[in-house]
Nanobody, 124 residues
């Protein structure tokens, strides 16, 4: 499986962006697709994840209520709708796919396939 992320860009604080991550094929019969991000000079951190089939989701505290993760199974694509963006959301966003259990959605070591990253820059 290969992942292709897109949708990054430069926006103002308060604006919205939607990231997309297309998988070259359906990853597994059941899987989790996630978004992580890495800000300059910082470690990569968990943002959001969703399990398919079903719709179990998890969000980091920093994006809860502002970001929404969703999927289009027919297109093998996961989206990250980002609203009310803040300068601290500036980072390279990576999508990933794996099969972690719900309580471990935020563990990047459990994701075996990663996309190339897309840059989001939020200015104040």
């Amino acid at each position: 499986v290969q992942l292709q992320a897109s949708g990054g860009g430069s926006v103002q604080a308060g604006d919205s962006l939607r990231l997309a991550c297309a998988a070259s094929e359906r990853p597994f019969s059941n899987y989790v697709m996630a978004w992580f991000r890495q800000a300059p000079g910082k470690a990569r951190e968990f943002v959001a994840a969703i399990r398919r089939p079903g719709s179990s989701r998890r969000y980091s505290d920093s994006v809860e209520g502002r970001f929404t993760i969703s999927t289009d199974s027919a297109k093998n694509t996961v989206y990250l709708q980002m609203n009310s963006l803040k300068p601290e959301d500036t980072a390279v966003y990576y999508c990933a796919v794996g099969r972690p259990i719900l309580s471990a959605f935020d563990q990047e070591s459990l994701y075996g396939t990663w996309g190339q990253g897309t840059l989001v820059t939020v200015s104040s």
